[in-house]
T-cell receptor
Framework: GENVGLHLPTLSVQEGDNSIINCAYSNSASDYFIWYKQESGKGPQFIIDIRSNMDKRQGQRVTVLLNKTVKHLSLQIAATQPGDSAVYFCAENGGGSNYKLTFGKGTLLTVNP | DTEVTQTPKHLVMGMTNKKSLKCEQHMGHRAMYWYKQKAKKPPELMFVYSYEKLSINESVPSRFSPECPNSSLLNLHLHALQPEDSALYLC????????????FGSGTRLTVV
């Protein structure tokens, strides 16, 4: 079946560097995407979302890029801080059902001080 | 109030026990969800309620029984679970369309002994 996946399972960066986390999706009908941050023992925390009629969206220190041509999503974190260390998931709403959110595999981001 | 509250935070139960997980939100969201998350894996959808009616059951075993008493509450009744059902159970809610405001609770860490 169609799924959402990630290229890199782990990413280690130095404090202050920029981080880029990637996500590939295969469902061309997906029209809404969300990035979540999940710290150990906690539920997923919303970071930023983007709809398929956009290719870029910016938040505070974060930017999401969507390339529908190659079905690729990325999360950029500027000036990464130790508090950014967590697992990051991309998730997609497949369009067929307004209520079903499917998660990618996740990337563990480690920020070294 | 922008939170999804789950109780209890931790639960240990025997295979013959009956227990319930509870979830509450006061954001006016009309869709509520149960997800199951195993260690180092992404959350997996179990059930979706839309306007207090079950709209999606992802072929979940009958030992898990969801209930939505009203638009703010969601329960998950557990009976005769197996040790492999041990996981983090996450509740989430979203606005009617499912395109906005997906918010997760912190989860219930369930251990079946």
């Amino acid at each position: 079946g169609e799924n959402v996946g990630l290229h890199l399972p782990t990413l280690s960066v130095q404090e202050g560097d920029n981080s880029i986390i990637n996500c590939a999706y295969s469902n061309s009908a997906s029209d809404y995407f969300i990035w979540y941050k999940q710290e150990s023992g906690k539920g997923p925390q919303f970071i930023i979302d983007i709809r398929s009629n956009m290719d870029k969206r910016q938040g505070q220190r974060v930017t999401v890029l969507l390339n529908k041509t190659v079905k690729h999503l990325s999360l950029q974190i500027a000036a990464t801080q130790p508090g950014d260390s967590a697992v990051y998931f991309c998730a997609e709403n497949g369009g067929g059902s307004n209520y079903k959110l499917t998660f990618g595999k996740g990337t563990l981001l480690t920020v070294n001080p | 109030d922008t939170e999804v509250t789950q109780t209890p935070k931790h639960l240990v139960m025997g295979m013959t026990n009956k227990k319930s997980l509870k979830c509450e939100q006061h954001m006016g969201h009309r869709a509520m969800y149960w997800y199951k998350q195993k260690a180092k894996k992404p959350p997996e959808l179990m059930f979706v309620y839309s306007y207090e009616k079950l709209s999606i059951n992802e072929s979940v075993p009958s030992r898990f029984s969801p209930e939505c008493p009203n638009s703010s509450l969601l329960n998950l009744h557990l009976h005769a679970l197996q040790p492999e059902d041990s996981a983090l159970y996450l509740c989430a809610s979203s606005q009617e369309s499912g395109k906005f405001g997906y918010t997760f609770g912190s989860g219930t860490r369930l251990t079946v002994v």
